[in-house]
């Protein structure tokens, strides 16, 4: 016998109210996932980033401040379960309005591929901007120890200079960069190869209240 479900279930209410859980759930399951390391889901030591994930998906057929906003919250809440420096928050900010002025500029279209790439690309650029604010409060007079924090790994030792202060600035920074370079590699793949996991059932969900709310 199959099952009955009750009216107040098909009720457009309910409906959009369950959507709205299913977002706002799905949102913190992928902040949560980034502590999580199954086999085959780490390069390198990385893993996909999920909420970049998340934010591209819910950006391509939104507005820019949808986006922006999409990248505000998940960056706080990825701030509160990780480290707030650096801040998660100027990077998901700036996929979220790529994304979505991508899409309105129609330079994208919405199937895996498209999706794929796009999660590819802006990987690399929100991780950018993470290195950016490394070398940013590298030059500040306080200096927060990340690598005893494990957000950098530890530094290989150097020989002494003529001026070691000035050597082991530059030597910083370069190795800054160079960890950059394989944790945006890393992350890139990764998440563009897991994308349409996410991608595929929120555009499902989120295409289905469009129409419900078109035919109300």
Same mark, same amino acid.
């Given at each position: 016998?199959?099952?009955?479900?009750?009216?107040?279930?098909?009720?457009? &209410?309910?409906?959009?109210?369950?959507?709205?859980? =299913?977002?706002?759930?799905?949102?913190?399951?992928?902040?949560?996932?980034?502590?999580?390391?199954?086999?085959?889901?780490?390069?390198?030591?990385?893993?996909?980033? !999920?909420?970049?994930?998340? *934010?591209?998906?819910?950006?391509?057929?939104?507005?820019? !401040?949808?986006?922006?906003?999409?990248? +505000? *919250?998940?960056?706080?809440?990825? %701030?509160?379960?990780?480290?707030?420096?650096?801040? $998660?928050? @100027?990077? +998901?900010?700036?996929?979220?309005?790529?994304?979505?002025?991508?899409?309105?500029?129609?330079?994208?279209?919405? %199937?895996?591929?498209?999706?794929?790439?796009?999660? @590819?690309?802006? #990987?690399?650029?929100?991780?950018?901007?993470? #290195?950016?604010?490394?070398?940013? $409060?590298? =030059?500040?007079?306080?200096?927060? %120890?990340?690598?005893?924090?494990? =957000?950098?790994?530890? &530094?290989?030792?150097?020989?002494?200079?003529?001026?070691?202060?000035?050597?082991?600035?530059?030597?910083? =920074?370069?190795?800054?960069?160079?960890? $950059?370079? &394989?944790?945006?590699?890393?992350?890139?793949?990764?998440?563009?190869?897991? #994308?349409?996991?996410?991608?595929?059932?929120?555009?499902?969900?989120?295409? &289905? %209240?469009?129409?419900?709310?078109?035919?109300?």
């Amino acid at each position: 016998m199959p099952l009955q479900l009750p009216t107040w279930y098909w009720h457009p &209410r309910t409906q959009l109210l369950l959507s709205w859980l =299913l977002t706002g759930g799905t949102a913190i399951l992928c902040c949560v996932l980034l502590f999580v390391r199954l086999p085959g889901m780490s390069l390198a030591g990385v893993g996909p980033n !999920w909420p970049l994930i998340w *934010v591209v998906a819910w950006s391509v057929k939104r507005s820019i !401040w949808q986006g922006a906003l999409a990248g +505000l *919250v998940l960056g706080l809440i990825q %701030d509160g379960l990780s480290s707030p420096d650096p801040t $998660h928050v @100027f990077s +998901l900010v700036v996929v979220g309005v790529l994304t979505a002025r991508l899409q309105k500029q129609k330079y994208i279209q919405e %199937d895996f591929i498209s999706v794929a790439l796009i999660v @590819f690309g802006m #990987a690399v650029v929100a991780e950018t901007v993470v #290195a950016l604010q490394f070398c940013l $409060h590298h =030059l500040l007079p306080s200096q927060p %120890d990340w690598i005893s924090e494990g =957000l950098l790994p530890p &530094r290989s030792p150097t020989p002494p200079a003529p001026n070691p202060e000035l050597q082991q600035s530059y030597y910083a =920074l370069g190795e800054i960069w160079t960890h $950059h370079q &394989r944790v945006a590699l890393s992350s890139a793949i990764l998440s563009s190869l897991w #994308a349409p996991v996410v991608y595929y059932p929120l555009n499902r969900l989120w295409e &289905r %209240d469009l129409a419900a709310q078109s035919d109300t």
